[in-house]
Every structure is written in structure tokens, then in C-alpha cells.
């Protein structure tokens, strides 16, 4: 084994851990440009990317693999291209998903609730918590080849950001935009929290519709009623119907009686209520249904809360209080039957909103909780995107964003959660009840001096910290070097499904507190299902783990798989199989790197020898389809295309290159008068394809390009790699240039070449001949006598010609006699029948083949003639004769070759 030359097989398993080292190691991790560091110079554009911070005690999952990747590629590709490049790191406190896990540690291993350690020592235990298992996932990411760099990670609850959070909420308080009130939200009973609406999942089940009777006042009139939450009966304050409705226009303005409890309500007309559902008229709970909570607002109607925080009946439900919302259900019901007011019950398909953490049925209630007024930074957000100054790819989902954002819709943002892990509200009491807000913690009451002072009890929602995530992880509020040169970031890489909760509040506070867009681009991706399009769940168990799948495959089959299968904003099916393809691939690119530095490593100067530069026709044809995929991926690159160009670069690679160049480059190296200009071409063109591809795959790239550059230097050609650096990673990207006029002509040329090629090697096929047979062949050339006289030995090789019984006419008196004529353009090849088999071993092959086809056609006839024909179902007979035609079929060719 000669010093350069690589294993016969890519080792994935140590191979990858050992770069990534490397990398580290050599600082190429961080921004070539740091506003931290001597020469610093601010000319110098940067590209910033902040990673979405994935929940810091959760798992790496799919989804992760799939941003990690991209965002990967983004900054690969704009490291290579020049650019001081910036990825910083960071993971979310999870407020909900956090909090959670460490409360079911403590009931599973101590027998203790949060409740009864008291909050002090909870946050505590979550703190030592986040500590033990914090770093799992950020090394996971690491697995994937993640190019961050990790001096600059940050946490959520880090001091820093913390700081950053006060000043938000202190900002937006000063101005008005914060206040505390009671409103219908999501409420979440076995979190005991308000829950966001990303949080709420709505999964189609099958219900019970209950149809009862509201008796009006002092009649023995009814309107008729259906509700799938009976229990929500004992916070009726109106029922309403349409004004237009015929069967109950009578009855607007009516009383009517709340049932068991005998409360008067009124009924109410309202245009919001569908003539054609259920029976026409609906039962108005505003303290526990958000369109009921719009109508109440309306019509000015009293708001009842019937539950308290654990979902039980509170004092408004009469001899109901203290039950459970099921139990309450349950026995309502029964009084309403006993009394007469029930009409009928029936089974219900709709959708029931449950909590995304712990699966039980999310309850809308009326709770005192601090709100953003949206309004003003909703619009500023959207004109930031409606004038260009943010552009979302792909560009439809502009229209989602609007909607979200359209002011005539969008909602006050409820901040608070009743939570103990998080930002704890930055607002003081004392027991005169004076609020004291701000930044720092106050050692008494700023309106009365009471030292008698008590932190509000909530945190803030989680995406009120990670909107903040752009510039609080470069130092905002202070004007740090990081956030002066880094801000604003440049992409937004994130998920289609958190457009709105995410990345408009990003938009939205960066606006607010910077004056400034957090970044100018939002690049979308789809969700990842499985290979038959299902969501990735537990109750399917079609999950894939990407561990699992990197521990089989390596990091690279994954990470191409799913950037070649991936479009912006589309979702893409992922199978196993895709990855053990693409792991292939990465074993090709591996032999290829071992053909062209055993090519460099076989190179030997002489003395006194003149270097040939005469390029030959496969010289000049690889170079110009280089510099035409060149062209093409930076198209697709600038056009956010990521899967294109990696397929057009996997498409180069494998069949332009590897089938074509490198099998014509193994006779051009025997020729001493093209042996160097053609080893100097595989190490060129392997270069930019690795160049090209080192965003996609950077671990096998980065191995095999170590390996190249080492056989150069040591090489007679070491001038090609003077100006290489020390690792791919920061090597140039390829550099598109101005298409040259001898392009064209050579692959045309070329072409010719291949489908003369192509046309050969398919008789061949067709006729059964064997590889390693060389056949004659006569060429009527036209026109292009030349090109095909100067390629008579690439055809020969490539198509397995006898070079000896080749002849080349510009045309034929007399068409050769007994010979397959192929016709390629102007071009006529003919082929002797007789010299191109052996007659003899073709004749038995021909024997042995209609033997088998026979003894299928006497085993089929046999079946069809029997009870199988009369008693198997119709398209399982059908199958069977289609078998017996297609073998009667061959058998007929094959009796037709042997005459």
C-alpha cells in the first residue's frame, strides 16, 4: 500500500468522530471575521443563522435532523464562498415539556409532588436536571455534523438572556402594551397552567351529541338544543338562534331556564349561528367556548366560569360543585332525564382539542393572565414582509403569514403561564396591592416604599423569551461587538408549523426592541412522514430514529437523503431504503477517491519529459459539463433549491464521471502522451465535486479531500493544490463563470460518442452477449468521420468492439449483409449477426431458455384446465392466464432466434 492510498472501505463509525474533532479543534467553527478579535474589520459582510433552540432535555428526533441539515448547508456553503460565517447554538428551557419530566422524576423515584417540596427547592431540582441531561441533545446535534459554533452556545435562562427578557417585558409595559386581565384561554387542568395554541392538538374522535329542551319562561314551549358538553350547561347565559330562522323568531327576546339550576337567560339573534346545524339554535357558554366568549362580547352578556383550575365544578354549578367535568356530565345529564328535558342523544364526529404534552382534553376557560396588545407590533411585522425588507421562501406561505397577522383577527397574546420553570414575571405587590415592574428586583414597593414585597407567581410563555432569540443571543440589550456585527441575522431556517408562533413574534420583537428585522430571509421546511405519507407517531409506530438510522448508515446517507428528498415548504416521505441508497453513494464517491489517488500516488516524473496539455475530447467534455453543473447549482443554491442541485451534483458524479470520465481516463492513463493531462483532470474535476458536494456530505468529503490534497502535494502535480487550505471546510466554493464557445461543440460532440455507446452496449444486451466477448463493427460516419475516427479506441473500450475488426467509412457503397444496423443521428453502426455470438453456446442458452419457458407453459395449462379455473376468484385466474400468454410469448422468440 502505497502512503496516500485510502482503505479499501469508507469507515463511517470512526471516521466521522475524528473530523468532527478536527474541525473543532482548528476553530473553523467560528466567524473568520470576529468583532471580538485583533484585525477585526467591519467591512467584511457576515452570514448569520440562529439555530431553532430545541428543547433542552428532550431527544434528538427526525425533525431535528432534518433543520440541522439545512441550516448545515446554509452555512457550509457561505463559509466556502467566503462569507464570516456565524451559527449560534442554543437550547430552550421548555418550559411546559421541562417541567413535566422533572415532576414525573420526582413522583417516580421520591413519591413527591412539586407542591409539597415548595417552589424554592423545585426549581432547584429542575436546575440539577437541565444540568444532567442538558448536553444530550446538543451533542446529538453535534452527530449530525452541525458546523455551530459552540463558544457562543446559549440557554434560555442564561443570565444573559434573562436580563434580555426583563428589559422586553419592562419595555412593552412602560409603553402600555402589556396589561393583566381576565380572558377566555386554553387551560390546561393537569398542568394547572394556560397552555398556547401550539400546545392545543385537534385530533377528529367520536363523540356523543346530547339534544335536550330549554324551557321558556312561564310556557310549556321549548327550543331544542344540542351540545357535546352537557356539563358546560351550568354556564349558559344566553341561547342564541338566527335572526332569519323561521322556527324560533318567535322566541327572540324570550326568557328561557337553565335546566336543574332555573337561572333566567335571554335568547339572543345573531348571525353567527348556522340555521343547519344540529337544531338550529345554541347554547351561549362564553366563560368556556372562545366563539361563545366573541358573541358574549357583543351582546353584552355576563361571563360564568363553572370550573376551577382542576377542571372540578365550582360554586356556580349549584349541587354540582366539587365534581370532576365528567362526573358533572354524567349526573347533569341523568337529573335533565329525570326531569324531562332530554331529547335524544346521537354519535358525534368533531375534533377535541387535547393538551400536545400530556394528552387530556384542554379546557377554554375565563383566568386573570398578562396579555401582549398585539395590534401595533402585529402591523409592523406585516409590512416588514409586505415591502420586501423580509422575504419568505417559498413565497405561498406569505399569504399564511397575513392571515395570521391580519389585524381585524389576531388575538392579544396571552404571556403568563402558571408555571415554576421559566422567566418569572418581572412585577412586584405589596399588600396595599401597588404593582411595582422592573428590570432589576426591587427591594420594596416603588409607589408606597413597602419592603413587604411578593414576585408574581407566573413565568412568561416560552415563545416570549425565544421571540427575543436573535439579538438576545448576541448580547441585546447591550450594544456588544456580536450583536453591532452579527445583528441583524440573515436566515431563518425553521419549520412551516411554527410560522406564525415563532417566527412573527421573532418578527415582531425585533421590530419593537432593535428598530431593526432580526433577519431577511425565512426558509421554510415541510414535515417529514414516513415512506407511505403517514405522520411520523407513537400510534402508528412508524417513527424513524435518526440515531439509529446514522449508527447503520452514517451521518452522511442521512443527511443527503433527506436534503436531495426535501423541497422548501413541501413534506417529504423518508424510507430506510432511500438511506441505504444514499449510503452507496458514499461507498462510490470512496472508490472513486481511491481510483484518482492511486491514479496521483502512480505518477512519476522524468526527466527531460515535455508535459502534454492536449486535451482530449473526454478531457474537454467532463471540464465543460463541470462548468455547466457549476453554473447550475449556484442557480439552485441562490434560489433556496437545495435538493435539485444535490441531485444534479449526485447525477454528475455518478454517471458523467464515474461511468463515463473515470472509464475512459483508465485507457488515456496507458498512453504516456495522456497520462498526465489525464490525471490532472481526475484530480481537478474530484476536487469540485467534492467542493460541491461537502455541504451535503460533509464527513466523507471531508475525509477523502484530506486524502487527495496529501497525494498531490507529494505528486508531480502538486502545483494544482499550491493554493489549498488545510480542510474542505473552508475551501473555496466553486465559482460560476461565463460560458466558453467551445462548450457547446464538445459535448455535443461527446454525446454522439455516448449514444453510438449506448446503441452498441443495448444489441448486446438484447442479443445476450457476454462482457467479456469483443465484437466487429462497421461505421458509416457521414459527417463525422473525424470525431468518430479520433474516438475509434473510447468507442471500442466503452462498447466492447474488437478494435482490430473495426472499420470506419464516411459512407457505404453496399450495406454490410447479415448485420443489425443501428442508426445514431447521421451516423449508421453495423454489427455482423454471426460474429457477435457464439453460435454454439448461444444455441444451448437459447435451448436451456425455451426448456424453462415450456415447462411454465405445460405447468400453467395444466392449472387452468383444472377445478383451480372454476373456483378461484375471477382476478386471480386472470393473473395466471396473463402468466401463460407472456411465457407463450418468449417461447415463441426464443424457437424464432434458434431457426
Known sequence: MTKQELPKAYDFKSTEPRIYAMWEAGGFFQPSNDPNKPGFDPSIKPFVISIPPPNVTGELHIGHAMFVSVEDLMIRYHRMKGYSTLWVPGTDHAGIATQLMVERDLLKNEEVTREEIGREEFVKRTWEWKKKYGGMITNQIRRLGASCDWDRERFTLDEG????????????????????????????????????????????????????????????????????????ILGDTAVAVHPEDGRFKKFIGKTVIVPILGREIPVIADEYVSMEFGTGALKITPGHDPNDYAIAQQHDLPIISMLDVEAKVNENGGRYKGQNRFEARKNLWAD??????????????????????????????????????IESLAEAALEAVKDGRIKIVPERFEKTYFNWLDPSRIKDWCISRQLWWGHRIPVWYCPDKHMTVARETPSQCATCGSKEIRQDEDVLDTWFSSGLWPFSTLGWPDETPDYKYFYPTSYMETGYDILFFWVARMIMSGLEYTGQIPFHTVYLHGTIRDEFGRRMSKTFGNGIDPLIVMDQFGTDALRFTLLVGSTPGNDMNLSISKVEANRNFANKLWNIGRFVINAIDGLEKVEGQKSNVEWTLADSWIWAKLQTLIRDVERQFQNFQYGQAGQQIYDFIWSDFADWYVEIAKGQMQKLETRDQTVATLARVFDICLRLLHPFT???????????????????ISSLSKDWPAALIVAKFPEPRPTESWEEEKIADFALIQEIVRSVRNLRADKGVTPSKKIAATISAVNKLDLVTSQASVITSLAGLDYSLLSIHQSLTEKPADSAALVVGSVEIYIPLAGMVDLANDKARLEKELKEAQSHIDRLEKLLSSDFAVKAPSNVIAKEREKLDGYKDTAGKLKAQLK
Do not use: C
Not at 466523507?700 to 502535494?713: C, D, K, N, Q
Open 161 to 232: 438572556l434573562s436580563r434580555a427578557v426583563r428589559e422586553a417585558f419592562v419595555r412593552l409595559y412602560d409603553k402600555g402594551l402589556i396589561y393583566r386581565g381576565p380572558r377566555l384561554i386554553n387551560w390546561s387542568p393537569g398542568l394547572k397552567t394556560a397552555v398556547s395554541d401550539l400546545e392545543v392538538e385537534y385530533e377528529e374522535e367520536d363523540a356523543t351529541l346530547y339534544y335536550f329542551k330549554y324551557m321558556l319562561k312561564d310556557s310549556g314551549e321549548h327550543i331544542p338544543v344540542a351540545t357535546i358538553r352537557p356539563e358546560t
Open 336 to 373: 335533565m332525564k329525570r326531569a324531562g328535558l332530554v331529547i335524544k342523544e346521537e354519535k358525534y364526529r368533531t375534533t377535541i382539542p387535547r393538551s400536545q404534552r400530556g394528552g387530556e382534553i384542554i379546557e377554554p376557560m375565563i383566568s386573570t393572565q398578562w396579555f401582549v396588545k
Open 698 to 716: 460533509p464527513f466523507v468529503t471531508e475525509e477523502i479531500w484530506g486524502h487527495l490534497h496529501s497525494a498531490l502535494r507529494e505528486s508531480p
